[in-house]
C-alpha cells in the first residue's frame, strides 16, 4: 500500500472497569467507573489506505454463512476509516485489541510492530464502556438479546427479549456477522465488538455502548483475534 505523509500523535491507556454478568444480552447502557490512567504516548506513521482495485475487493458483496452481506459504498466514508496496516502506536504485546474510542480506531496489535486499524463507531454519550478485558466467547452470525434496561427505554425491544429467544441472526440483526464478547473478571461486561449492516455509522458515537465495525471488517478481525485476547478500550 501506497505510504502518505500523515503523521499524528496517539495516546494510551491501560484502565480497569466494572462487569455485569449475562451472557447472550447485548451492549450495556451505562457507563463504568474507572481507575486513574497509566498514560503511554508514541508517534504513528500510517501507510495509508488500499487502492480503489483493493478497496473493491475488501469491501464488496460477500456471502458468508448463508447471507449475502452488500458491498459497502467505501467511497462515502473518510477514507482514515478504511481497513488497513499501520505503524502500532499502542506499545502493546501482539495479539492485544486496543480500542481508541475519541479517534474512532481500532487495533490489532501484530508482531513486528504493526497493527491492524479498523475504523469503528462507538457509543455515545453516557452509554460508552472503557477499561481492559478478554475476547472470552466468539460468535459467528449471533443472536442479539436486548438487555432489560435498553427494553425498559424501547419497550418495542420486548419480542426480543431473553425469554422470547432473542433475534435471530441475519443482515438485520444488531451484531452482524461477528461478535467478539468482552469479559471482565469471569463476568460478562455486557460489551462487544460486533458488525453492523450501518456502514455510515462508522466514525460516529451512535450506539448503546458496543463498538461496532462495518461486517467486512468484523469478518476480518474475527479471524485474525487470536483466543482469548486481552482488549484493551480507551476513552
Same mark, same amino acid.
Given at each position: #500500500? &501506497?505510504?502518505?505523509?500523515?503523521?499524528?500523535?496517539?495516546?494510551?491507556?491501560?484502565?480497569?472497569?466494572?462487569?455485569?454478568?449475562?451472557?447472550l444480552?447485548?451492549?450495556?447502557?451505562?457507563a463504568?467507573?474507572?481507575?486513574?490512567p497509566?498514560?503511554?504516548?508514541?508517534? @504513528?506513521?500510517?501507510?495509508?489506505?488500499?487502492?480503489?482495485?483493493?478497496?473493491?475487493? #475488501?469491501?464488496?458483496?460477500?456471502?458468508?454463512?448463508?447471507?449475502?452481506? &452488500?458491498?459497502?459504498?467505501?467511497?462515502?466514508?473518510?477514507?482514515?476509516?478504511?481497513?488497513?496496516?499501520?505503524?502500532?502506536?499502542?506499545?502493546?504485546?501482539?495479539?492485544?485489541?486496543?480500542?481508541?474510542?475519541?479517534s474512532?480506531?481500532?487495533?490489532?496489535?501484530?508482531s513486528?510492530?504493526?497493527?491492524?486499524?479498523?475504523?469503528?463507531?462507538?457509543?455515545?454519550?453516557g452509554?460508552? %464502556?472503557q477499561?481492559?478485558g478478554? @475476547?472470552? %466467547?466468539?460468535?459467528?452470525?449471533?443472536?442479539w438479546t436486548?438487555?432489560?434496561? #435498553?427494553?425498559?427505554?424501547?419497550p418495542?425491544?420486548?419480542?426480543?427479549?431473553?425469554?422470547?429467544?432473542?433475534?435471530?441472526? *441475519?443482515?438485520?440483526?444488531?451484531? *452482524?456477522?461477528?461478535?467478539?464478547? @468482552?469479559?471482565?473478571?469471569?463476568?460478562d461486561?455486557?460489551?462487544?465488538l460486533h458488525g453492523?449492516?450501518? %456502514?455510515?455509522?462508522? *466514525?460516529?458515537a451512535?450506539?448503546?455502548?458496543?463498538?461496532?465495525l #462495518?461486517?467486512?471488517?468484523?469478518?476480518?478481525?474475527?479471524?485474525?483475534?487470536?483466543?482469548k485476547?486481552?482488549?484493551?478500550? %480507551?476513552?
Amino acid at each position: #500500500m &501506497p505510504s502518505s505523509n500523515s503523521f499524528s500523535r496517539r495516546t494510551f491507556l491501560s484502565l480497569s472497569g466494572v462487569g455485569a454478568a449475562s451472557l447472550l444480552a447485548s451492549c450495556a447502557s451505562t457507563a463504568r467507573p474507572v481507575s486513574s490512567p497509566v498514560l503511554r504516548t508514541q508517534p @504513528i506513521i500510517e501507510e495509508g489506505p488500499a487502492g480503489s482495485a483493493e478497496l473493491d475487493a #475488501m469491501y464488496g458483496e460477500i456471502y458468508d454463512g448463508g447471507f449475502v452481506i &452488500p458491498a459497502v459504498p467505501y467511497q462515502k466514508i473518510d477514507p482514515r476509516f478504511y481497513r488497513q496496516r499501520v505503524v502500532d502506536p499502542t506499545g502493546q504485546p501482539p495479539g492485544t485489541i486496543v480500542v481508541d474510542t475519541p479517534s474512532r480506531f481500532l487495533y490489532l496489535v501484530e508482531s513486528g510492530g504493526t497493527a491492524m486499524r479498523y475504523g469503528v463507531g462507538i457509543g455515545r454519550e453516557g452509554f460508552a %464502556w472503557q477499561g481492559t478485558g478478554v @475476547i472470552q %466467547w466468539r460468535q459467528k452470525w449471533p443472536k442479539w438479546t436486548p438487555p432489560d434496561e #435498553m427494553i425498559g427505554r424501547q419497550p418495542e425491544l420486548a419480542k426480543y427479549s431473553a425469554t422470547n429467544g432473542g433475534m435471530p441472526p *441475519g443482515l438485520k440483526n444488531p451484531l *452482524g456477522a461477528r461478535a467478539l464478547y @468482552i469479559f471482565q473478571n469471569g463476568e460478562d461486561t455486557l460489551y462487544r465488538l460486533h458488525g453492523s449492516p450501518e %456502514w455510515n455509522s462508522i *466514525g460516529k458515537a451512535v450506539s448503546s455502548g458496543c463498538v461496532r465495525l #462495518m461486517n467486512q471488517d468484523i469478518i476480518d478481525l474475527y479471524e485474525r483475534v487470536p483466543n482469548k485476547a486481552r482488549v484493551l478500550v %480507551w476513552q
